[in-house]
C-alpha cells in the first residue's frame, strides 16, 4: 500500500523561468494572455499591493525596526478601501512551477513536462474547485520560444497569505502510507495496537509525509470520512480524483517531527513560504485520472 511522494523542500531562494520553484517565475509564452479572474472579490480586511505585502515581510524579518518602520508597518495593516477594486479581470499569482525531471510520477498529459499552479489572492482558494480562480497549465518547456518578460500583478490584493515567498526546490523522493482511515478497520486495528506497544506514532513517522509535496497519499483526516468519493470527482467526467499535489501550511510539526530533514537547523523556519490557507490547514489538488487537464478538484483540510 505504499506510494513514492515527491517532497518539494520549498526554500526562500531565487529561482529562475528554468528551474522548478514555489513562488518564483513561470516559463509563460510571450504571446500567451496571462492568466486572470473575472469573479467578484471581495477583502473584509482592507486591501494590500503586492509590493506593501513585500515590504511588510522584510520588515517583520528584522531585528530592529525604526520608528519609520513602524509607521510603514501600521500603514500597510490599515489597508486600502475595496472600493478601489476594479471591475476588469485581476492577474492570478503564480504559485507553484513543475518540471517533470524534478516530479517524477505525476500523471504529466502526454507532450507535457511543465506544470503551473497560479491562484486569485482574494477568494477561499478551497471553495474554488473547477474555477477560473484556480488554474492549472500543462504545457512542453521546448515550446516557449519567447518567455514572458514581466508578468502582470494584481494592483491589489486580498489576503497576503495567499502570496508566496520565491522558494526553490530540493525535490526529495520518499515512501509514504496510507492515512489510518484510508485503511482496513482490521488493519488500523493493529496498527493502532502497534502504536501502543511501540511508543512510535504511525501518522507521524510512517504515514502521510507533511509539507509541499506532489502525488503521494492524501493528507490525514480528509472529509473522505464522511463525503465518500463523490467529493472527488471531476466536474467534467465524474472520475474520482487522485493525489497531485499538497500544499501545506508547515513542513513539520511536533507531530511529524521525525520527517525533519536531518540537514536543517533545528531553528529552522517551518512555513519557509509563508503561504497560509485558511487559518493554517493543507490544501490538496487532485487530478483526473481520465484527463489531468481537467479542472482540478481542491480540498482543505
Known amino acids: 500500500m505504499s506510494r513514492t511522494a515527491t517532497r518539494l523542500h520549498p526554500r526562500p531562494g531565487a529561482p529562475t523561468v528554468h528551474e522548478s520553484s514555489v513562488g518564483g517565475p ?48 501600521t500603514r500597510i495593516n490599515r489597508g486600502h478601501d475595496s472600493s478601489l477594486l476594479t471591475e476588469s479581470p485581476h492577474p492570478l499569482i503564480p504559485v507553484t512551477q513543475l518540471y517533470a525531471r524534478d516530479v517524477p510520477g505525476l500523471p504529466f498529459p502526454e507532450d507535457t513536462d511543465l506544470l503551473q499552479v497560479l491562484w486569485c489572492p482574494f477568494i477561499d482558494i478551497e471553495d474554488q474547485s473547477g474555477s477560473e480562480a484556480v488554474q492549472l497549465r500543462w504545457r512542453r518547456a521546448e515550446d516557449v520560444a519567447q518567455v514572458l518578460g514581466a508578468a502582470p500583478e494584481p494592483a491589489y490584493v486580498g489576503t497576503e497569505e495567499l502570496i508566496p515567498v520565491p522558494c526553490v526546490l530540493h525535490p526529495e523522493r520518499v515512501r509514504e502510507y496510507p492515512a489510518t482511515h484510508d485503511l482496513d478497520p482490521t488493519l488500523a486495528t493493529r496498527i493502532n495496537r502497534w502504536e501502543e506497544d511501540s511508543g512510535t506514532g504511525y501518522r507521524g513517522a510512517l504515514s502521510v509525509a507533511p509539507g509541499w509535496k506532489a502525488g503521494g497519499w492524501a493528507a490525514p483526516f480528509t472529509f473522505r470520512d464522511s463525503g465518500g468519493p463523490d467529493e472527488l470527482r471531476c466536474a467534467r467526467c465524474s472520475a474520482v480524483g487522485e493525489p497531485l499535489l499538497t500544499f501545506d501550511y508547515a513542513e513539520w510539526d511536533a507531530e511529524s517531527h521525525s520527517w525533519r530533514p536531518v540537514e536543517e537547523a533545528h531553528d529552522a523556519s517551518t512555513t519557509p513560504t509563508q503561504v497560509t490557507v485558511g487559518s493554517g490547514y493543507t490544501l490538496q489538488f487532485y487530478a483526473c485520472p481520465v484527463d489531468p487537464r481537467h479542472p482540478p478538484i481542491t480540498v482543505m483540510q
Open 26 to 73: 513561470l516559463l509563460w509564452p510571450a504571446d500567451e494572455p496571462w492568466a486572470s479572474c473575472s469573479q467578484e472579490h471581495d477583502a473584509p480586511f482592507g486591501l494590500k499591493t503586492p509590493d506593501e505585502v513585500r515590504t511588510l515581510r522584510r520588515t517583520y524579518a528584522q531585528d530592529v525596526w525604526t520608528a519609520e518602520d513602524h509607521a510603514e508597518v
